[in-house]
C-alpha cells in the first residue's frame, strides 16, 4: 500500500528563513512559467509543454546562483509538473463542459508547498541516522532540520514534500510498500448514519458525538475577523490579524482530524463490515440562495445546515474511515442513502410522516418505534449486505 505520513518540522530561526525563501521562489517560478505559457500562445499561438520550460531550467538556474540555483533541480522540475497537471485539468474539464478554472497566478498566501520527488535527490529522510534521539531530513538549501517524528515510518520513502501552515512548517512522506496491518476479525456487521447532532449512529444503537469545533470557536474566530476587517490592506498589523485568524481555523481543523481519526479507529476495531452512505457532499452543501431573477427560500436555515454539515466534516470522516479499513483488512461498502431515513426498519412501508421529528421514527403503518438515526442505520446496513450478497452472487 502507499501511505502518506505527516510530522512537525522544527527548524531554526535561520532554518524557517530558508524555507521561506525557498517556498517564494518555487512560487515565483510556478507564475513564471504560467506567464511563459500564456504569453507564448497570445502572441504566437504556440503551446508551451513542461518538456520545453523543464529544459530551460539549466539557463535560469545558471543567471540566478544565489536565488533559484540554491534549490534542488527535481523539486523545480515538480512545481513546473504542478503547473502543467493544472493546465491538463484545465483542459480536460473544457472537455468534459464543467466550469474550467483557468490556471491562475499563485499570491504569497496561496502556495505553501514544495516537493522533492525522490528521497535521495535534493532530499534525505534520516540524514543523521547515528543522532540516538533526533530525526533529521537534509533539504538542499536549508540543511539537516529536526523531525517531530511522533510514529514510526515503514515502508520505502518515495517523496518528501514541505508544506507550511500558518507559522508552522510540516514534513509530508509519501511512502510505497507499506505493510498492511489486518485486525483479528470479530464477525460483526454494522451500518452507520451520519448526522449534524451525532456524528455517527450504528445500527446497533452506539452514537459518537459530533464537538462542533467550529461553533465552539466561532466567538473567538467572528472577533478575530473583526479585527482583521479594521486592519489596513499591506500593513504589518493586517499581517499579524491575518495569522491569528489562519492560527484558529487550524486549529479547528487539528481538533476535526484528531476526531475522525478516534472515530473511525474505534469502528474499525469493531467491526469487519462497515456499510455507510454514499453522500455527494457537494451538491448537500450547495447554497440556496438562488439568483437576482429566482431567489432561493429559507436561505438562511440552508445556510446554518450547510455549515453544520461542513462543521461535523462527514467527508474527511469517511476518507479517513476508507483509509483505516483498507489497512486492517476490513470491509466498507458505500450504499445510495435515497429512502433510508423515511424507510421502516421493521415493515419496510416508506412514508414521509414515518420521520416525526429530527430525532424520532414512528411508522405510520406498523407503529414501530426507535430513533430515527438508528432506523435509518438499520436500513443502510441491509442495503448493503444486499449489495454484498448480489456481487458475491455474481
Known amino acids: ?5 505527516k510530522f512537525l518540522l522544527r527548524p531554526t530561526t535561520k532554518q524557517a528563513a530558508a524555507l521561506a525563501e525557498c517556498l517564494e521562489d518555487h512560487r515565483q517560478l510556478y507564475n513564471a512559467a504560467l506567464e511563459h505559457r500564456r504569453t507564448a500562445y497570445a502572441k504566437a499561438g504556440v503551446s508551451v509543454r513542461y518538456g520545453d520550460q523543464s529544459a530551460e531550467l539549466k539557463h535560469i538556474r545558471g543567471d540566478d546562483p544565489g536565488g533559484q540555483g540554491r534549490w534542488s533541480f527535481s523539486s523545480q522540475q515538480a512545481t513546473l509538473r504542478r503547473l502543467d497537471k493544472a493546465f491538463a485539468a484545465f483542459f480536460r474539464r473544457v472537455k468534459a463542459g464543467h466550469t474550467p478554472g483557468f490556471p491562475r497566478f499563485k499570491g504569497r498566501g496561496r502556495f505553501d508547498t ?19 534521539k533526533v530525526t533529521f531530513v537534509r533539504l538542499q538549501g536549508v540543511g539537516h532540520v529536526r523531525v517531530h517524528r511522533h510514529r514510526p515510518v515503514k515502508g520505502r520513502v518515495k517523496t518528501i514534500s514541505v508544506k507550511r501552515e500558518g507559522s508552522r512548517w510540516y514534513l509530508v512522506l509519501s511512502c510505497d510498500d507499506v505493510p498492511a496491518e489486518p485486525l483479528p476479525a470479530t464477525g460483526a456487521v454494522a451500518g452507520i448514519d451520519l448526522g449534524v447532532a451525532s456524528l455517527v449512529t450504528t445500527s446497533d444503537g452506539v452514537r459518537v458525538a459530533n464537538p462542533r469545533h467550529l461553533a465552539a470557536t466561532a466567538g473567538r474566530l467572528a472577533d478575530a475577523q473583526r479585527d482583521l476587517a479594521r486592519k489596513r490592506r499591506g500593513s504589518r498589523r493586517r499581517r499579524k490579524a491575518v495569522a491569528r485568524v489562519a492560527a484558529l481555523h487550524g486549529k479547528v481543523r487539528r481538533q476535526r482530524l484528531d476526531h475522525a481519526h478516534k472515530a473511525a479507529l474505534v469502528l474499525v476495531g469493531a467491526y469487519d463490515v462497515i456499510v455507510h452512505e454514499d453522500l455527494r457532499l457537494t451538491n448537500m452543501t450547495r447554497s440556496a440562495s438562488g439568483t437576482i431573477e429566482a431567489s432561493g427560500r429559507n436561505v438562511a436555515q440552508k445556510a446554518g445546515l450547510n455549515r453544520s454539515i461542513l462543521d461535523a466534516g462527514w467527508g474527511v470522516f469517511l476518507t479517513i474511515l476508507s483509509h483505516k479499513a483498507e489497512s486492517a483488512g476490513r470491509e466498507l461498502i458505500a450504499v445510495n442513502p435515497a429512502g433510508t431515513s423515511r424507510t421502516c426498519a421493521e415493515c419496510g412501508h416508506v412514508a414521509k410522516e414515518n420521520r ?16 430515527a438515526d438508528v432506523n435509518a442505520a438499520v436500513n443502510i446496513l441491509r442495503a448493503g449486505l444486499a449489495l454484498r450478497e448480489a456481487a458475491e452472487a455474481a
Not at 114 to 132: A, I, L, M
Open 114 to 132: 514544495v516537493e522533492w520527488p525522490k528521497d535521495g535527490d535534493g532530499c534525505r529522510w534520516g540524514s543523521q541516522p547515528e543522532h540516538p
Open 1 to 5: 500500500m502507499r501511505r502518506s505520513l
Open 356 to 371: 416525526v421529528t429530527q430525532a424520532e421514527f414512528r411508522c405510520m403503518s406498523c407503529g414501530h418505534a426507535a430513533h
